[in-house]
């Protein structure tokens, strides 16, 4: 047999495999294994694939190239296609890509003007997830926190204008929340009136979709006018996505930072990813710019090696190629897999359509009121498409149970679910300790109940796209019987 025949059996059966062993993670409508109501754990989440995604792991571990390569170069090009921006850079997780957006904003290659410097500021909100803001303090920087909707889990722009410090604001941070996008339309107003970075947290979004009723204030200058249409992390200068199995795809652990328009940023994204290197040879690749020795930078001697020429102060954050074969495999499903977590939403909201006085439920951004036959939306004219990575409810303060109550019977069910992450961040020990430990480490714009709400009485439950019909069923009685028991 030769090595290649030898490859082809050992695929062929690493697919029987995976086809026998690997049933409980297929997508729900390919799923046979039986549900057992109470004993089946339905999780909130979880990673779904076929054994495509097992056969491109072996095949890339058998060719043994184990850093980044070929699976990643070619993923980076799909991935970066496929949102619709300039480039996409593959990382190591989804908290690494906010850590590299945030500190490409600290480059000495961008003008001091609009350079993140020690103690200027980035806006972001107070409830969501701890590593869309830890990077602006690693930084140096001082987060403001703004108050979130609880409608929509995502900011609550009222305050937007108050936040903003002349000459020390320089950029807005947010995540699109629970897949649900941000209202894009102010927050690109309020960045281009005062000449901000944008970093859109797509981590929890992709595939969701923003339409535009007035595109005259897209930042990338793309001469736009009238409606616009796309998906979420094109709208701001770098957006962030992770690959974490309960995300929209998985690669195991994975990110990607998106270039959206300006491709400085992409060598400086890059430089901090690898190692903080002036080079841009891939591993393996050498003087690609055939100026190898042909460089004199910073007070090093002419001809210094360009592969050992460090422009920033940097991390390894790369991803390995076997993860990214995976996630090439997984980027070919994020239609099919947007489309089940849309149906999966809907199924679960005309469910529990009778369970008002329990419940406040999520709108997506820009819908004012739910109904069976759709949404009925707000009179700016913009509308969203959310690609839902959970089903959110707020226990009302009337209800004659606690959102704790809630949760432990869920459990007792099999039903996972999250609370919405870290809560109000301000209330989490770590930033207490920070503001013991300085009073100017973070600043808060005006109650954040918005935020305490959420805290308080929100849980979400699972729409993955490996949930079955039965599974969803099931929820929804185990949660009409819950009220009805009160």
């Known amino acids: 047999m030769t090595p290649d025949s030898i490859k082809q059996e050992i695929l062929r059966l690493t697919g029987e495999y995976s086809r026998l062993s690997h049933k409980a993670n297929l997508p729900g409508a390919d799923k046979t294994i039986p549900f057992l109501p109470g004993e089946t754990s339905i999780p909130y989440a979880a990673r779904t694939f076929k054994e495509d995604e097992v056969v491109a792991a072996v095949s890339s571990l058998l060719d043994f190239w184990l850093t980044l390569g070929s699976e990643g170069e070619k993923m980076e090009r799909e ?151 796309a998906l979420t992390g094109t709208f701001g200068h770098i957006s962030t996505q992770s690959f974490y199995p309960p995300h929209h795809i998985t690669m195991g652990e994975g990110g990607a930072v998106n270039i959206v328009g300006d491709m400085k940023l992409k060598i400086i994204v890059e430089s901090m990813r690898d190692w903080g290197r002036d080079c841009w040879c891939a591993s393996g690749k050498d003087d690609t710019c055939n100026k190898r020795f042909g460089w004199q930078l910073g007070d090093l001697p002419m001809g210094y090696d360009h592969k050992y020429t460090y422009s920033h102060l940097g991390y390894n954050l790369k991803p390995l190629d076997t993860q990214a074969a995976i996630g090439r495999v997984q980027i070919q499903r994020i239609n099919s897999f947007t489309q089940a977590r849309i ?21 997506p ?71 013991k430990q300085s009073q100017n480490s973070f600043r808060v714009v005006g109650d954040l109940a918005g ?16 949930l079955t019909p039965k599974e969803i069923e099931y929820v929804v009685d185990s949660i009409i019987m819950f009220c009805e028991q009160q």
């Open 79 to 229: 991935l970066a296609d496929y949102i619709g921006v300039k480039r996409s850079l593959l990382v190591n997780s989804g908290s690494s890509a906010n850590l590299l957006a945030v500190s490409a904003l600290t480059s000495h290659k961008i003008p001091k003007e609009k350079r993140l410097l020690p103690g200027d500021e980035v806006i972001t909100c107070a409830a969501g997830f701890p590593t869309t803001v830890a990077p602006i303090i690693q930084n140096g920087a001082v987060p403001v926190f703004i108050d979130n909707n609880t409608q929509t889990s995502n900011a609550d722009l009222k305050l937007l204008n108050e936040a903003y410090s002349p000459g020390k604001t320089k950029a807005v941070m947010m995540a699109h929340a629970l897949g649900n996008p941000f209202d894009i339309s102010k927050v690109q107003k309020f960045c281009r009136d005062h000449g901000l970075w944008l970093i859109e947290d797509n981590c929890d979004a992709l595939g969701s979709v923003y339409s535009l009723n007035d595109a005259s204030f897209l930042l990338s200058d793309s001469g736009h006018c009238g409606p616009h249409s």
């Open 343 to 363: 149906n999966n939403w809907n199924v679960l909201r005309k469910g529990l359509a009778g369970l008002d006085e329990f419940f406040e439920f999520s709108l």
């Open 365 to 435: 951004t820009h819908a004012t009121e739910w109904s069976p036959d759709g949404f009925i939306w707000d009179d700016s004219g913009n509308q969203t498409v959310p690609s839902w990575f959970g089903f959110q409810l707020l226990v009302k303060p009337t209800a004659p149970f606690s959102r704790t109550d809630f949760a432990r019977y869920l459990d007792c069910k099999n039903i996972g679910t999250r609370m919405f992450f870290g809560g109000n961040l301000v209330r989490q020990p770590a930033f207490v300790e920070l503001k």
């Open 451 to 466: 935020a305490d709400k959420i805290m308080n009485s929100a849980l979400f439950l699972g729409v993955y796209p490996g």
